[in-house]
């Protein structure tokens, strides 16, 4: 089984910077592609990053050049850098996990594993 738990979030400024972290745990094949999705109230799930065992990375074109995905060497912990951040990215922010060797343009219905999330405020 695999167990995520996100950190990291809170309250910031227009134009601050948070990092989340994403501590993993469990058999790595079933992390091979790790994502960081967001969830504002009255909206859906949106993929924001991602990341697989490769190294490759995606992000969702509102965050691009904003963001960051990375993982540690062990790959028990994943990480999200947020700068510039915006009242937009304002939400609840979701680490998951799948099987899948390659992430590209996966919904989230294809991750099977999921952290509680952590809430992301940004204000003007």
């Known amino acids: 089984q695999v167990q995520l738990q996100e950190s990291g979030g809170g309250s910031v400024q227009s134009g601050g910077s948070l990092r989340l972290s994403c501590a993993a745990s469990?058999?790595?094949?079933?992390?091979?592609?790790m994502g960081w999705f967001r969830q504002a109230p009255g909206k859906e799930r949106e993929g924001v990053a991602t990341?697989?065992?490769?190294?490759?990375?995606n992000y969702v074109s509102s965050v691009q050049g904003r963001f960051t995905i990375s993982q540690d060497n062990a790959k028990t912990t994943l990480y999200l850098l947020m700068n510039s951040l915006k009242p937009g990215d304002t939400a609840m922010y979701y680490c998951?996990?799948?099987?899948?060797?390659?992430?590209?343009?996966?919904?989230?219905?294809?991750?099977?594993?999921w952290g509680q999330g952590t809430q992301v405020t940004v204000s003007s």
């Open positions: 469990g058999a790595t094949y079933r992390r091979r592609c």
């Open positions: 990341i697989d065992s490769a190294g490759s990375t």
């Open positions: 998951a996990a799948a099987e899948f060797n390659s992430c590209s343009s996966r919904p989230a219905y294809d991750y099977n594993y």
